[in-house]
C-alpha cells in the first residue's frame, strides 16, 4: 500500500474532487457545452482530481471527461475510474433509456458484472479508451456488494492489486455505499483508498463503527463522496421533495436534515457549508469529491469547501447531540 494515499507524483486527491456522475446525464439530460462548463470549472477552481465510472451514462461521463483532461497536462491531474463492471452491447435495444439507472442515455449497453483478472483488465482498457488516455492514476472495485461481494473481493481485489504491481495504475481500492462491504474489502485487500458513498456524512456516520478506525490503523486513505445525502443537504433548507439515497425521503431522515439545518443557521452556518467540509474533520479523509453538471454549483461547491468553520461549531453541534 502507499506510503501516502493522498499523493500521486506532483498531483494531489485535494480537499474537494469532482465526481463526474451528474455529467453522464444523471436524473436529466446534459448537454454537452454544460457538462464542458461544469468541468471548467472546477479546473479553474484548482480541482486536480476526478472521479467517473463505466456505470456513470453508460461510459458518456467518461468520454466526455476524457474530451476535457486531453486538453491538459497529464501530471496536473488525477483520475480515477472503476471496474468490476463491464459495458457490453444490449441486445435488446429499441430505442429506450438508461432509467432504471436513473441515467438518461440511451441503454444502447448493459452492465454485466465481471470482477475477475479478465473482466477487470477489459474494463480498465475499455474506460482507457473511452476517456482518451493512457492510464488512469486509481482504479476501484465498484459496488461489488450490489452483484456477489464474496467474488467480488475474492478475484476484483487481486486483479488490481496485479495492475497496480505492473504499474498499470498508481492505486486501488473499493467503492461502495456499504461500510460494512468496505471494511471487509480493507480487511482482505492490500487497499490504498476506499471511496465511501453516503456513509460518512454530516446526517450519519455507520463508516465510523469500524470502516473509519481500520483505515486509519492500515493506512488507507478514505475519499467521501455522497456528502449531500443525494442531495437532501445540499440547500439551506432541507425539503421533502428532495433524494435521500436516490429515492424519497424517510420523514425521520428528513426529520433529522431539519434539525441539522436549524443547529447550523443558529450558528450562521449553512447546511450544505457544514456537509461539504464535515468528513474531512476525520484523519482517514483525505479528499470530498462532489460532482455537479451546473458551472455554478462547482463555483458554490468550492466556495463552501473554503469557507472558514472554527472547531467551536463543530463542538457545538455535537454538545446538541447532532454529532458523535
Known amino acids: 500500500m502507499s506510503a501516502d494515499a493522498r499523493s500521486f507524483g506532483s498531483a494531489e486527491l485535494g480537499r474537494l474532487g469532482f465526481g463526474a456522475a451528474s ?12 457538462a464542458e462548463a461544469a468541468l471548467a470549472a472546477a479546473w479553474a ?6 472521479d467517473t465510472a463505466p456505470h456513470y451514462g453508460l461510459g458518456l461521463s467518461e468520454r466526455r471527461l ?23 452491447p444490449n441486445p435488446d435495444f429499441s430505442g429506450g433509456d438508461d432509467l432504471a439507472f436513473e441515467y438518461a442515455v440511451p441503454n444502447r449497453f448493459v452492465r454485466r458484472f465481471d470482477p475477475s483478472e479478465a473482466g477487470v483488465r477489459r474494463s480498465l482498457e475499455d474506460s482507457l479508451e473511452r476517456l482518451g ?18 467474488r467480488g473481493l475474492a478475484e476484483g481485489l487481486p486483479a488490481l492489486a496485479k495492475l497496480r504491481d505492473e504499474g498499470v495504475v498508481g492505486a486501488i481500492g473499493i467503492g461502495t455505499n456499504s461500510a460494512d462491504a468496505a471494511a471487509r474489502a480493507v480487511r482482505e485487500g492490500d487497499l490504498d483508498l476506499v471511496m465511501i458513498a453516503g456513509r460518512y456524512t454530516l446526517l450519519e456516520q455507520p463508516a465510523l463503527d469500524e470502516l473509519l478506525p481500520l483505515c486509519e490503523e492500515r493506512g488507507v486513505g ?4 455522497g456528502v449531500f445525502n443525494s442531495g437532501l443537504l445540499a440547500t439551506a433548507s432541507p425539503d421533502a421533495g428532495a433524494r435521500y439515497d436516490y429515492a424519497a425521503v424517510p420523514a425521520d431522515v428528513l426529520a433529522r436534515a431539519r434539525s441539522l439545518a436549524e443547529a447550523c443557521a443558529a ?8 456537509a461539504i467540509q464535515y468528513p474531512l474533520r476525520h484523519p482517514a479523509v483525505r479528499s470530498v469529491a462532489v460532482g455537479s453538471a451546473r458551472a455554478a454549483s462547482v463555483e458554490q ?8 468553520l472554527p472547531a467551536a461549531f463543530w463542538a457545538r453541534l455535537a454538545e446538541q447531540g447532532l454529532l458523535p
Not at 477552481?45 to 476526478?50: E, F, N, P, S, V
Open 301 to 308: 461547491n468550492l466556495a463552501r469547501m473554503a469557507e472558514p
Open 45 to 50: 477552481g484548482g480541482i486536480r482530481y476526478y
Open 23 to 34: 455529467i453522464g446525464n444523471l436524473y436529466r439530460e446534459v448537454s454537452d457545452a454544460d
Open 222 to 225: 478514505v475519499v467521501a463522496v
Open 66 to 88: 476524457g474530451e476535457f483532461l486531453r486538453t491538459r497536462p497529464r501530471d496536473e491531474f488525477l483520475v480515477s475510474t472503476k471496474v468490476g463492471r463491464v459495458l457490453e
Open 267 to 274: 450558528e450562521g452556518v449553512e447546511l450544505p457549508v457544514a
Open 133 to 150: 488516455l493512457d492510464r488512469v492514476d486509481i482504479a476501484y472495485l465498484h459496488d461489488p456488494d450490489a452483484y456477489d461481494l464474496d
